[in-house]
């Protein structure tokens, strides 16, 4: 009876012990939009993407060298076009964050959890659930009562685009659940590829578009631009990838993917607490509406 009992005490503990950096990451990744619009403009955002992803491709390069070798041709034109909508992803996401709010970014963006299924049910042919159309009908009118947190107005342009990186990123789901070339890559060189081409597009953007250079804009930082770059590139994209990879081993991927989901709740804390950002009456009913939503939507989908 004891030897039952020991394993069945210390599980917790060990499921604990992998959750916490887990939730940290979706902490990490809540305030990162914040982070986002406290050193980035609109003149700014391909020279800040640029020096996002630049500081931890080296790291990523050096730790999965062997591994990047071992793609195959197919599996780096596979991970180069996961690139190209993964670039979409951030472009559209961090414009987006410069137009609107750091709470209404997160709280948009957390529609993917509704849209991906909405998408796989689509090209599948299968019918959702009725829960699941509640759930996604639910989520939607918060979103249009969160982008009408000071009364009935035209959502603004940085609303609008969060909900385009929304669909994007659920494009970038599905196109990665089903490409057949990069089925059997490892999760650090598919990354490493998505990555790299995601800043030869900024890159290039950045030098056809007339805005600073990323070293001209790395040049006008001070401390705080500095304390918020390092953020993104080391808590919100390193920690968080590898902090991925090693707890979908040690527990399961639905465990992790229920901690991740509380990330637009840390938006929403870190766009209010840090921020001074306001949701009014209208916007934190619809923050509600969208958590809820989402939430139900999760558990509906499994």
């Known amino acids: 009876m004891s030897s039952i009992a020991v394993p069945g005490a210390l599980a917790p503990r060990r499921a604990w012990h992998t959750d916490l950096p887990v939730l940290l990451v979706a902490v990490c ?14 003149r700014t955002v391909l020279a800040v993407l640029v020096l996002r992803f630049v500081l931890v491709l080296p790291v990523l390069g050096a730790v999965g060298l062997r591994s ?13 076009l996961l690139g190209l909508i993964l670039s979409g992803v951030f472009l559209l996401e961090t ?24 998408a796989e049910a689509a090209v599948t042919r299968t019918r959702p659930t009725a829960a699941f159309l509640g759930a996604a009908a639910l989520s939607v009118l918060g979103v249009v009562l969160l982008t009408q947190g000071g009364g009935f107005t ?18 970038h ?50 401390p705080q631009e500095w304390a918020g770059l ?19 081993r040690r527990t399961s991927p639905s465990r ?17 607490a840090l921020g001074g950002e ?16 989402t939430a139900w939507g999760r558990r509906a989908a499994d």
């Open 173 to 222: 789901v599905l196109v990665m659940s089903r490409l057949r070339s990069v089925r059997g890559a490892g999760a650090l060189p598919l990354t490493t590829v998505q990555l790299g081409t995601a800043v030869a597009v900024f890159a290039a953007l950045s030098a056809g578009a007339g805005g600073p250079a990323p070293w001209t804009a790395a040049a006008g930082f001070g």
């Open 95 to 118: 414009y987006g964050v410069v137009h609107t709010s750091a709470t209404n970014a997160g709280l948009i963006i957390s529609l993917t959890m509704i849209l991906t299924p909405l």
């Open 278 to 293: 306001r949701l009014g009456t209208l916007g934190l009913v619809g923050g509600v509406l969208v958590l809820g939503g």
């Open 230 to 248: 390092l953020f993104l590139s080391a808590l919100c994209t390193l920690f968080a990838f590898f902090v991925q990879m090693w707890a979908v």
């Open 29 to 42: 990744w809540g305030a990162s939009y914040l982070a986002a619009k406290d050193i980035t403009t609109a």
């Open 154 to 171: 035209r959502p603004s342009a940085g609303d609008l685009l969060m909900l385009l990186a929304a669909l994007v990123r659920t494009l």
């Open 68 to 80: 990047l070798r071992g793609l195959t041709g197919a599996q780096w034109r596979g991970a180069a």
């Open 256 to 272: 992790v993917s229920l901690l991740l989901g509380t990330e637009p709740l840390w938006a929403a804390a870190a766009g209010i």
